[in-house]
């Protein structure tokens, strides 16, 4: 079965400033999806970003980019530019394109974000 | 485009009541999940529906919890009778069966149940 780690349960970053997530997951599969979530008090659950396994570049949304790592089964979330409206719960996220495993989505524990002015 | 919708918001009950939660999802979306997201967790899938067919409802506590997919649209999800162990938040989520954002879930605002 899949799994997913965020060590991280809290990270602060100044408003303007950079920070990265991190996400580590286990898999045998070779092609899968993997997603930043974003949950902020009001509980609706934003896609961030997403990233398909077989693509060796990074994806990148705006202030939001990836650094995947296959090999190393890695995969961060840098926010650049950070602003007091980041400041949610992230949670990174594993979808398997196998059949046996469906499509669900296997989360993280989550990482808090907070934002300072 | 609507998002998906979910009802009631927030529910508070007694321990060994029943409860029971809706979720409209986005027109169109062949596939729906309820999730289950405890304090400080990440969600966890409950059930998963491919039109109105149960695809896999593996974690489902099937002792207590119920769910159904009435013409392949809205869903309801039950729990008789609720633990104190239940209280979370539960998530409903809808993904298209065709394009570009196939492996995209679409979450509802959730639904947070306190168990006393």
């Known amino acids: 079965a899949q799994t997913v780690t965020q060590s991280q349960p809290e990270m602060s970053v100044q408003e303007a400033e950079t920070v990265t997530l991190s996400c580590t997951y286990d898999t045998s599969e070779s092609d899968y999806y993997l997603f930043w979530y974003k949950q902020p008090p009001s509980r609706q659950m934003i896609l961030v970003i997403r990233?398909?396994?077989?693509?060796?570049q990074n994806a990148t949304e705006n202030r939001f980019s990836v650094n995947f790592q296959k090999a190393a089964k890695s995969f961060s979330l840098k926010i650049s530019d950070s602003q007091l409206g980041d400041a949610a719960m992230y949670f990174c996220a594993y979808r398997s394109l196998g059949q046996e495993y469906g499509n669900k989505l296997v989360f993280g524990a989550g990482t808090i974000l907070r934002v300072k002015s | 485009e609507a998002g998906v919708a979910q009802s009631p918001r927030y529910k508070i009950i007694e321990k060994r009541q029943s409860v029971a939660f809706w979720c409209n999802p986005i027109s169109g979306h062949a596939t729906l999940y309820w999730y289950q997201q405890i304090l400080g967790q990440g969600p966890k899938l409950l059930i998963q529906f491919q039109n109105n067919g149960v695809v896999d409802d593996s974690q489902l506590p099937k002792d207590r919890f119920s769910a159904e997919r009435l013409k392949g649209v809205d869903s309801t999800l039950k729990i008789q009778p609720a633990k104190l162990e239940d209280s979370a938040v539960y998530l409903c989520?809808?993904?298209?069966?065709?394009?570009?954002?196939?492996?995209?879930?679409?979450f509802g605002p959730g639904t947070r149940l306190t168990v006393l």
């Open positions: 989520a809808s993904s298209p069966s065709s394009g570009g954002r196939v492996f995209e879930q679409f």
């Open positions: 990233q398909e396994a077989y693509k060796q």
